[in-house]
């Protein structure tokens, strides 16, 4: 079983960086692939990153490639995501997910409760 909650969520104006986190409880957390997912109102919820276990191996949407950067930390159970040159589309409640799997699909098996990031024009 693996915990996970987010934070670093709030409003910046468009151009402005914010960078979320991930805590993560479990022992087997350096054995799981992370994922950022996010979601806004009336839309499905859509990849943004992902990293393996040692984080080698990394993916990005095409939407956040060269501004988004993921990271984490096994030692302190942490994944975070930087987020630079924030778009206004960039709104919406981002998630942190866990699964054994590098994928880049909604099918993770452990979710956190998702952090609001809104970016004004």
């Known amino acids: 079983q693996v915990r996970l909650v987010e934070s670093g969520g709030g409003l910046v104006q468009a151009g402005g960086s914010l960078r979320l986190s991930c805590a993560a409880s479990?022992?087997?957390?350096?054995?799981?692939?992370m994922g950022w997912f996010r979601q806004a109102p009336g839309k499905e919820r859509e990849f943004v990153a992902a990293l393996d276990w040692s984080g080698t191996i990394t993916y990005y949407a095409d939407s956040v490639k060269g501004r988004f950067t993921i990271s984490r930390d096994n030692a302190k159970r942490m994944v975070f995501l930087q987020m630079n040159s924030l778009k206004p589309e960039d709104t919406a409640v981002y998630y942190c997910?866990?699964?054994?799997?590098?994928?880049?699909?909604?099918?993770?098996?452990?979710w956190g409760q998702g952090t609001q990031v809104t970016v004004s024009s």
């Open positions: 479990g022992r087997t957390f350096s054995t799981y692939a």
């Open positions: 997910a866990a699964d054994t799997r590098l994928v880049r699909t909604p099918n993770y098996n452990f």
